[in-house]
């Protein structure tokens, strides 16, 4: 009910098998179907084009291997109506209070005006990078080429679809991975930096600071006073 009147919202919930359980009337009008059409217990090969199915699932494994949230992916989609469009995904592992996995919480929003075209494949590569890969430095330069875009043309796209200039979308995927270690509480500072991409911890505590309000330290600390709280599972900090 939530995002029932939101137009350009597309609000699903999968169970561990990829089969819907619920999802929003969006679903079917971008599918063509009627209100009334029976789509629960359905999976995505068998409601969606070949080309978006096999991207959908792929990253519901991500999240479902991984038990980790898979944020901000730049997808291909079918528009209400069934017109060719893009969209920013979100997806959730849905877990019990005692840790067990259930399913996927997925929310897409569209985005207006942005044309699909024969370099599909290549934009979503690009931008994967950024979000699944984002311990490697890639400069910016290598994500246009891989994109098959100039570097202009690439970054004004990435800040128009994500608000912000490839270096700080990027800066901020490497704090949120940043985050998942720090509240692991097993490794320590410099080896968490390195491995997410920063250069040096001093440099990582930076950016840390900036833009989650604390230091790698506190964060570590304040979550494992949470946890002793038993606080349920956390939301990543991504401060516009």
Request: with cysteine; hydrophobic share 45%; charged share 20%.
């Amino acid at each position: 009910m939530l995002f029932e009147g939101l137009a350009g919202f597309l609000f699903v919930v999968k169970d561990r098998a990829g089969r819907y359980v619920s999802f929003n009337a969006s679903l079917l009008q971008r599918l063509g179907l009627p209100q009334d059409a029976s789509l629960r217990g359905r999976t995505v090969t068998e409601l969606w084009p070949d080309a978006l199915s096999s991207r959908y699932m792929a990253q519901d494994e991500w999240v479902l291997s991984r038990r980790s949230p898979l944020l901000y992916q730049l997808d291909p989609i079918l528009l209400p109506g069934g017109g060719a469009g893009w969209c920013v995904t979100h997806k959730y592992p849905l877990c019990s209070a005692g840790g067990q996995l259930h399913g996927i919480l997925c929310l897409s929003k569209d985005v207006p005006g942005l044309r699909r075209d024969a370099g599909d494949a290549a934009l979503v590569e690009a931008v994967d990078a950024m979000t699944k890969t984002c311990e490697r430095r890639h400069s910016v330069a290598q994500l246009a080429s891989m994109a098959g875009l100039s570097q202009a043309r690439f970054s004004a796209l990435v800040r128009r679809v994500f608000g912000m200039s490839p270096q700080e979308f990027i800066v901020r995927h490497r704090v949120r991975a940043a985050c998942a270690l720090l509240r692991q509480d097993g490794e320590s500072l410099m080896d968490v930096a390195l491995g997410c991409g920063f250069y040096d911890q001093a440099q990582f505590s930076r950016q840390f600071r900036r833009v989650v309000g604390m230091a790698p330290s506190a964060y570590r600390r304040q979550w494992a006073v949470q946890t002793a709280a038993s606080t349920p599972w956390p939301w990543e900090p991504w401060v516009h």
